[in-house]
């Protein structure tokens, strides 16, 4: 991420401005922007995603982009990991057809 590709902004105006909020209508939990930071959030096969962000001095920011990148990476994970279990239960059914004699 450069620091010049959008506008950086604080982490809490992120939190309440740039972040969808929940479903009841209230913003993200600062702690859970957090853990986007620090841990992230499961990628594929070990993976992490993490929101990138950059410190300006002791301040930490991020952009528009940034928050973009993370959640396009945490679907894009998500939707592959429901892919890969469908294909895996698509398998087993089709083995346990054949081992019931139905295939």
């Known amino acids: 991420m450069g620091i010049h590709d959008n506008e950086l902004v604080s982490i809490g105006h992120a939190r309440t401005k740039l972040i969808p909020v929940r479903p009841d209508g209230n913003p993200i939990n600062p702690s859970t922007v ?13 993976e992490r995603i993490k929101l990138a962000v950059v410190y300006v001095g002791n301040r930490p920011m991020v952009t528009r982009n940034a928050i973009d990148d993370f959640f396009q990476a945490v679907t894009a994970a998500k939707l592959e990991r429901h892919r890969r279990v469908e294909e895996l239960a698509a398998d ?6 054949k081992a019931a004699g139905l295939r």
């Open 34 to 46: 957090w853990r986007w930071i620090r841990k992230g959030l499961e990628g594929l096969d070990g």
């Open 92 to 97: 087993v059914s089709e083995a346990e057809l």
